[in-house]
């Protein structure tokens, strides 16, 4: 089943012209897709752009066949009623780079409270599922924490628990390890290989090669707002078609390992 | 034991500031009542991005702050009688309007104060809470709010505090609080007395409002 279809996206900011220019693909159920690309290629904006957080100036957004968005052969874009986004936006999961806990709700709390005001589970349903996912990402001895107590990894598998919480049909990642000091990466790189295991859908942004190389069953190549080249994985890692996605990988393997 | 009598007159001087006292708590709670939450809805709509909201709003802000609480005073309290038009001239009792002035002055400086607690948050936690579907009444309910609450305390204790001296402004327009009493009763026993009994009042008031904000920073410290 088909979970995301992007036609024709195109966003701009006033002042810092086009950031995402054409871009279409989409993403089936069960697939994991890595985004990579150099910064400032327009990556995080469309990420913004399928969560709504940013309103786009052209395209079509389709979330498990209902859309979102789409634009009319007269150009005007048009997005679904606040009641059809309410319910589209309940499919969607997003993980950010600064992890966004509410700093004044428990680790419990941070899980529990959209599943029961928005979900409308009672608080005892959802403080079963969310011992669920404390088990999952290993922190049950935590539920009890504030998130200035936890390290950035313990803080972003929360901020993925709390995402899960929502039962998304789609989680989105937004450059999930990019905060976090290099030795916590592997814990947080570790959470979503167990997701991916469980057929997870994902859309991750991330500068971590390895991870994407592994993880993804598919990998998109941004430069300067476009889709450069998309393909799988290996294809993308070990037989890149286009020059741009060759230098990006060069330059990159030679700043990084790519263990 | 004779030395350890309390002087009658004393316990009259204390009985009748404490009458004063009573009124000028009065002023304070009602005060406080009404101007904070109209502080918000000030604060909130200083920062619509509509124009014909936000402009009244500011000016009104400007002149709040920008003139003395006494002058506020006696204007609201004239107005309605000398300034509105033949037929529409009406008395307000002089309590109502003391109150009236009170809580337009103080919910503008609230105003304030509130709205350099919400742009504190960061942009995130509002994108957090409407990715996980709050609605936007709720993403400022459960999330914005109680966070700006903790942020503004300090300042807000500032303001009470202030509060509590300002309640003898009142005493302008003939209503007597704590230190109209103390006034008149310097007044006929040719003595301070009474005027530094009135002050002893005012620091034991400020006193309770400080421990009772340092409880409340206390309870909200279970987070950064």
New interface residues.
């Given amino acids: 089943m088909q979970i995301l279809k992007v036609e024709n996206l195109y966003k701009s900011f006033a002042g810092s012209g086009e950031v995402v220019t054409d871009v279409s693909f989409e993403i089936n159920e069960g697939e994991v897709i890595a985004v990579i690309g150099p910064s400032g290629s327009g990556k995080s904006t469309l990420l913004r752009c399928l969560?709504?957080?940013e309103r786009i100036d052209h395209g079509t957004i389709k979330v498990a066949g209902e859309t979102m968005v789409e634009t009319t052969p007269q150009g005007r874009v048009v997005y679904a009623s606040e009641e059809q986004l309410?319910k589209i936006?309940?499919r969607?999961?997003?993980v950010?780079q600064?992890f966004?806990?509410?700093?004044?709700f428990s680790v419990m709390r941070n899980i529990t409270?959209?599943p029961i005001?928005?979900?409308g589970l009672s608080p005892a349903e959802a403080g079963e599922e969310a011992e669920k996912l404390l088990a999952k990402i290993g922190l049950t001895d935590k539920a009890d924490a504030?998130?200035?107590q936890l390290s950035g990894g313990q803080s972003q598998r929360v901020a993925i628990a709390?995402?899960l919480a929502?039962k998304p049909d789609i989680l989105f990642f937004d450059e999930p390890t990019s905060a976090l000091d290099p030795e916590l990466t592997g814990e947080v790189l570790k959470v979503i290989r167990q997701l991916a295991a469980e057929r997870m859908t994902m859309l991750v942004v991330t500068h971590e090669m390895a991870f994407a190389r592994d993880v993804a069953d598919r990998v998109i190549f941004m430069d300067k707002g476009q889709v450069v080249e998309e393909g799988t994985a290996k294809q993308i890692f070990g037989d890149p078609e286009n020059e741009r996605t060759r230098n990006f990988l060069r330059n990159f393997s030679a700043n990084h390992k790519l263990g | 034991m004779s030395a350890f009598q309390v002087p009658p007159s004393l316990i009259k001087l204390v009985t009748l500031l404490f009458n004063g006292v009573l009124t000028s708590l009065e002023i304070f709670f009602l005060t406080l009542l009404f101007s904070l939450p109209l502080g918000l809805l000030t604060a909130l709509g200083r920062m619509s991005s509509q124009k014909w909201v936000n402009y009244p709003i500011r000016l009104y802000i400007l002149i709040m702050r920008g003139t003395p609480l006494l002058l506020q005073l006696i204007f609201i309290y004239y107005f309605p009688f000398y300034l509105m038009p033949e037929g529409l001239k009406f008395r307000l009792p002089r309590f109502t309007a003391a109150i009236i002035a009170f809580v337009v002055n103080y919910a503008a400086y609230f105003a304030e104060i509130y709205r350099g607690g919400i742009e504190s948050i960061p942009i995130g936690q509002y994108e957090a809470a409407a990715v996980l579907g709050f609605t936007r009444t709720q993403t400022f309910f459960k999330i914005i709010l109680p966070q700006v609450i903790k942020r503004i305390l300090p300042p807000v204790s500032n303001e009470v505090i202030t509060l509590v001296k300002d309640t003898a402004l009142v005493n302008i327009l003939g209503v007597t609080e704590l230190f109209r009493a103390a006034k008149n009763e310097a007044n006929r026993t040719f003595s301070t007395t009474p005027l530094f009994t009135a002050g002893l009042f005012y620091l034991f008031l400020n006193w309770i409002v400080t421990k009772v904000f340092e409880k409340a920073e206390k309870k909200l410290g279970y987070y950064r």
């Avoid at chain 1, 966004?100 to 004044?104: A, I």
């Fill in positions: 969560t709504l957080l309410r936006r309940l969607l999961g997003m950010f600064n966004n806990l509410f700093p004044h409270e959209a005001h928005v979900r504030y998130p200035y709390r995402a929502m």
